[in-house]
Every structure is written in structure tokens, then in C-alpha cells.
Nanobody, 121 residues
């Protein structure tokens, strides 16, 4: 079992930055792929970024603005979000999976409770 707890969300002006954190406890976090997803009201949960031993990957909409990273010694993952846009506003979730595919939320076994990101224009 893995427990995930996100933090770092909040209100920011367009063009600003936020760093989300995902603290993990339970089984070895470093062996899992960690993903970030987001869900805006009335929309489906969508892939944002993922990190595994193979490297990182991003949704086209956030490439060049968001950076995913992890500190395995601290069992913590991060999502640095720069140049935020109003369309980035959503509840952001971190998740973990043993699957080799990572862009679909259905393959993720473990989920955090989510953290709200609000971007004002």
C-alpha cells in the first residue's frame, strides 16, 4: 500500500508559479511511476506529467512550463508549475503505478486527495 498526500496548491495570478508536492508513505516509492493529473469542473481527469526510471513525460499543454521531479530519499514528488495560465486551474492529483504505461488514470493504483490550483487572469 502507498499513501499519497499532495500539498502546495493555492491561488496565483496568471504568469505566476506554484510547486506542488506529493509525500508518499508505505511501499518503496522509488520503484513506482509517479504521475500528476488534473481535473477541472465538468471535465475528465487528464494527464499532466509522469516520472519513472525511464525518464519524464508531459502533456503537450504543459511542456516547457511544468517540471516533474522526485526525491526518492524523501519519498516525495514535485510538480513545478511556471507561467501558469487560467486554463491550468484544476484540482491536481498525484498518483502512483507499477504499470509501464502512465498516461491513463485507469492504470494508477494509488491516488492522493488532490490539491486545488486557482489561476486568476
Amino acid at each position: 500500500q502507498v499513501q499519497l498526500v499532495e500539498s502546495g496548491g493555492g491561488l496565483v495570478q496568471a504568469g505566476g508559479s506554484l510547486r506542488l508536492s506529493c509525500a508518499a508513505s508505505g511501499r518503496t516509492f522509488s520503484s513506482l511511476t509517479m504521475g500528476w493529473f488534473r481535473q477541472a469542473p465538468g471535465k475528465e481527469r487528464s494527464f499532466v506529467a509522469a516520472i519513472s526510471w525511464r525518464g519524464t513525460d508531459y502533456a503537450d499543454s504543459v511542456k516547457g512550463r511544468f517540471t516533474i521531479s522526485r526525491d526518492n530519499a524523501k519519498n516525495t514528488g514535485y510538480l513545478q508549475m511556471n507561467s501558469l495560465k487560467p486554463e491550468d486551474a484544476a484540482v491536481y492529483y498525484c498518483a502512483a503505478t507499477t504499470s509501464v504505461t502512465y498516461w491513463s488514470p485507469t492504470v494508477y493504483t494509488y491516488w492522493g486527495q488532490g490539491t486545488q490550483v486557482t489561476v486568476s487572469s
